[in-house]
């Protein structure tokens, strides 16, 4: 069994400020990792992801995340937000073995405050 | 351009009537997924297949079928069985190898009054 806690719902952040959301997993086997952002009425574009290498893992528009093992952990990071940053954003997980069955947390929604 | 797509976009239905959702992806992916989005729960899997004919119930797949006679075809009906069908619609596919992200519609939104 796999689960993914997104432990804020929403996030308003001031236009040009750092923001962090944050990503917890569990799960009895291996997973990889990743976020994804959805704006309004549109489908999901993935942000980045960890499969292996090194932890720390650069995306799109300017997003970066960092996988910890021992936390169990996969937080999204931007040292500054932009209005257009505005959407929801989603962690989600998938076994690296068997039916790879993908898991996804109940989203962040980030509002960026002008 | 190689993409997912859904249609229709929006979709409105009375109760008590059967309504089938597109999915059409030319990615040449494995394997096609089936979510529904409500405010404030995320994504919940309903169905997901790893190969032609062959499908997988997800979480809440009571009230919904599905078929998967080809590969680039992954329809979902939502059935009259459905308590509360009205709701955000997404279709993904991926590669069942490799990059492992899946690749997602634009989605349906569909209202059952």
């Known amino acids: 069994a796999q689960s993914v806690t997104q432990l804020d719902s929403q996030v308003p952040v001031f236009e040009e400020a750092p923001v962090e959301l944050r990503c917890n997993y569990s799960?009895?086997?291996?997973?990889?990792l990743f976020w994804y952002v959805q704006y309004p009425n549109q489908g999901l574009q993935l942000l980045l992801k960890?499969?292996?290498?090194?932890?720390l893992v650069k995306g799109i528009n300017g997003f970066e995340a960092e996988f910890n093992k021992s936390q169990t952990s996969f937080h999204l990071r931007k040292p500054s937000v932009h209005i257009s940053d505005t959407a929801e954003y989603f962690c989600?997980?998938?076994?690296?073995?068997?039916?790879?069955?993908?898991?996804f947390g109940i989203g962040t929604k980030l509002q960026v405050i002008p | 351009d190689g993409g997912i797509t859904q249609s229709p976009k929006y979709l409105f239905r009375k109760e008590g009537q059967n309504v089938t959702l597109s999915c059409e992806q030319n990615?040449?992916?494995?394997?096609m997924y089936w979510y529904r989005q409500d405010p404030g729960q995320g994504l919940r899997l309903i169905y997901y297949?790893?190969?032609?004919?062959?499908?997988q119930k997800g979480d809440i797949a009571e009230g919904y079928s599905v078929s998967r006679e080809k590969k680039e075809s992954f329809p979902l009906t939502v059935t009259s069985a459905q308590k509360n069908p009205t709701a955000f619609y997404l279709c993904?596919?991926?590669?069942?190898?490799?990059?492992?992200?899946?690749?997602f519609g634009p989605g349906t939104r569909l209202t059952v009054t």
């Open positions: 993904a596919s991926r590669e069942t190898s490799g990059t492992y992200e899946q690749y």
């Open positions: 799960s009895s086997v291996s997973v990889y």
């Open positions: 960890y499969l292996s290498g090194s932890t």
């Open positions: 989600a997980v998938i076994s690296s073995g068997g039916y790879q069955k993908v898991t």
């Open positions: 990615l040449n992916h494995d394997a």
């Open positions: 297949s790893q190969i032609v004919n062959d499908f």
